[in-house]
């Protein structure tokens, strides 16, 4: 099993930059792929980015896509989620996912994260 704990979320001005963390406890965290998803109040959880357990290989929604990138430290237990050129639809509250493949939806993950709410201002 993994716990998950999300930060670096805040209140940011259109086109600034926030860069995620979540930090895993448990010993297996290497063995596990990840995801970032988000919710937006009233719409369903959305997928962001996911990354294999080696980090060698990711992919990221459309609509982040050249602005939002995710990696891991498997040394520190946490993957991260830079993201660029935000927009006032990227507000919502991010989450992080841990399971034993890389999917898109959230279903595939049974492991997650409590949560860090982004918002960003026109």
């Known amino acids: 099993q993994v716990q998950l704990v999300e930060s670096g979320g805040r209140l940011v001005q259109a086109g600034g930059s926030l860069r995620l963390s979540c930090a895993a406890s448990?010993?297996?965290?290497?063995?596990?792929?990840m995801a970032w998803f988000r919710q937006a109040p009233g719409k369903e959880r959305e997928f962001v980015a996911n990354?294999?357990?080696?980090?060698?290989?990711?992919y990221t929604a459309d609509s982040v896509k050249g602005r939002f990138a995710v990696s891991r430290d498997n040394a520190k237990n946490t993957m991260y989620l830079q993201m660029n050129s935000l927009k006032p639809e990227d507000t919502a509250v991010y989450y992080c996912?841990?399971?034993?493949?890389?999917?898109?939806?959230?279903?595939?993950?049974?492991?997650w994260g409590q949560g860090t709410q982004v918002t960003v201002s026109s």
């Open positions: 990354i294999r357990w080696s980090g060698g290989s990711t």
């Open positions: 996912a841990a399971g034993h493949h890389v999917k898109v939806i959230p279903a595939a993950y049974p492991y």
């Open positions: 448990g010993r297996t965290f290497s063995s596990y792929a």
